[in-house]
């Protein structure tokens, strides 16, 4: 059985940063790709950042293009994503995502049906 915690989420100010966690806890490969995704109240999910098994290769949303950075542990089992220069409209859950699956890094990375496992979603709040 694979878990996914998030950490790290919370309340900031426009303008500041935070960085979120997620551990990948239980037996799997560590040739996954990792996505984390976000979803407003009333917004369909959306795609934020997405890291394949070597780390080498990242991809971004247009949005958080610049201004967050999504980067992975295999020896720990942890994937990080940092973002700076919050606005109020990054107010949103976030949720870690894992694919099971060794594929192309490009393929449906930034599409929620890639990933199978997800995580319960931690709330990230920016106040104006």
């Known amino acids: 059985q694979v878990q996914l915690v998030e950490s790290g989420g919370g309340l900031v100010q426009a303008g500041e940063s935070l960085r979120l966690s997620c551990a990948v806890v239980?037996?799997?490969?560590?040739?996954?790709?990792v996505g984390w995704f976000r979803q407003a109240p009333g917004k369909e999910r959306e795609f934020v950042a997405g890291?394949?098994?070597?780390?080498?290769?990242?991809k971004y949303s247009d949005d958080m293009k610049g201004r967050c950075t999504i980067s992975r542990d295999n020896a720990k089992n942890t994937v990080s994503l940092q973002m700076n220069s919050l606005k109020p409209d990054d107010t949103a859950e976030y949720y870690c995502?894992?694919?099971?699956?060794?594929?192309?890094?490009?393929?449906?990375?930034?599409?929620?049906?890639?990933?199978?496992?997800w995580g319960q979603g931690i709330q990230v709040t920016v106040s104006s």
């Open positions: 995502a894992v694919d099971r699956i060794h594929r192309p890094f490009t393929v449906g990375v930034g599409s929620a049906w890639r990933y199978f496992y």
């Open positions: 890291i394949g098994w070597s780390a080498v290769i990242q």
């Open positions: 239980g037996h799997i490969n560590n040739d996954y790709a």
